[in-house]
C-alpha cells in the first residue's frame, strides 16, 4: 500500500461548488504539505502544516482552507471552486528530523 | 525570500548522450537543495539532495549534482542518458530549521527531459 494517498484521484467540479480532497499517510510524519502544479508554473504551496495543531499559510493560500484532522490526515477545501483552481493538486509528508518530503500521486482538479 | 531558476522547460538529449538540467538559486542563508523526478501520472519522487559536507552528491538512477556555492548553481547531471529518463525534473530549495532540518521547499518551475533514439 502506498504510503501517501489522495482521495479523489479526479475530479471535475462545477464553479461555485465546494469541495474537499483529502490526504492521509502512514509514514508516521509530523508534518504535511499542500501544493498545486500548474503546467510551466511548478509546484506552489498552499498551506503547511507540521504539526496537529500548527497550520500555515503558504505562497497562495487564497480560495483554500486546510483541517488537520489528526497526524495522519490533512484535507485542504475550496469553499466556491473556480475555473482558475484547475490544476494537480499535491500532498507530501515529511519527518521532524528529516529532509525529504514523500509526495502523493495528485489529485486532477477541473473546475468547469 | 528563496527562489530557484530551472534554465530550459524542455531539453531534448539522444540516448547515450550527457543529460545536463540546470539550476540556480537564491537564498539568503545556507541552503538545502535537491531534485525531484516525475513520471508521467505519477507523484514527486527524490533524486538527490546537498544539505552539508561533500558538494557533490550522487542520487539515484546514476544522477549527481554538484553544488557551487560561488556560482550559486546545483545543476543535474548524467553521463549517459535512458530512455527511461524520460520525464519531468524539479530542482528545489530549502531553509533550515532550528533542529537542522529542512523546511518548506520552494521548487523551480521544471524541466521536461525528453531522450530520443
Known sequence: ?112 | AQSVTQLGSHVSVSEGALVLLRCNYSSSVPPYLFWYVQYPNQGLQLLLKYTTGATLVKGINGFEAEFKKSETSFHLTKPSAHMSDAAEYFCAVSDRMGLGTASKLTFGTGTRLQVTL
Open chain 1, 1 to 112: 500500500d502506498a504510503d501517501v494517498t489522495q482521495t479523489p484521484r479526479n475530479r471535475i467540479t462545477k464553479t461555485g461548488k465546494r469541495i474537499m480532497l483529502e490526504c492521509s499517510q502512514t509514514k508516521g510524519h509530523d508534518r504535511m504539505y499542500w501544493y498545486r502544479q500548474d503546467p510551466g508554473l511548478g509546484l506552489r504551496l498552499i498551506y503547511y502544516s507540521f504539526d496537529v495543531k500548527d497550520i500555515n499559510k503558504g505562497e497562495i493560500s487564497d480560495g483554500y482552507s486546510v483541517s488537520r484532522q489528526a497526524q495522519a490526515k490533512f484535507s485542504l477545501s475550496l469553499e466556491s471552486a473556480i475555473p482558475n483552481q484547475t490544476a494537480l493538486y499535491f500532498c507530501a509528508t515529511s519527518a521532524l528530523t528529516g529532509d525529504e518530503q514523500y509526495f502523493g500521486p495528485g489529485t486532477r482538479l477541473t473546475v468547469t
